[in-house]
Nanobody
Framework: QVQLVESGGGLVQPGGSLRLSCAASGIISRFNVMGWYRQAPGKQREPVAHIFRGGSTNYADSVKGRFTISRDNAKNTLYLQMNSLKPEDTAVYYC?????????WGQGTQVTVSS
């Protein structure tokens, strides 16, 4: 059983930056893909960014050029660097890991972008 624990959320002004972390209790290099998702109030959870085992990444159009996903296999930690934050980025951000036949989610961390 793998546990994922997010941290790094908070309140930030528009144009500011935050870095989210997702610490895994297991070995993240075993995951085929890891990702960040977010859910705003009254909306469905949506994908933000993914990083695959080989290192390739993809991003939602709304965050391209502003967010960067990365991982440190030695620390079993996934990151999301978020720059140029906008009010519409306000949401609960979730970490997700997918292995063979299994999917793990973290509990989420709140990100609020407001002046």
């Amino acid at each position: 059983q793998v546990q994922l624990v997010e941290s790094g959320g908070g309140l930030v002004q528009p144009g500011g930056s935050l870095r989210l972390s997702c610490a895994a209790s297991g070995i993240i290099s075993r995951f085929n893909v890891m990702g960040w998702y977010r859910q705003a109030p009254g909306k469905q959870r949506e994908p933000v960014a993914h990083i695959f085992r080989g290192g390739s990444t993809n991003y939602a159009d709304s965050v391209k050029g502003r967010f960067t996903i990365s991982r440190d296999n030695a620390k079993n930690t996934l990151y999301l660097q978020m720059n140029s934050l906008k009010p519409e980025d306000t949401a609960v951000y979730y970490c997700r890991g997918e292995g063979v036949g299994l999917v793990y989610w973290g509990q989420g961390t709140q990100v609020t972008v407001s002046s």
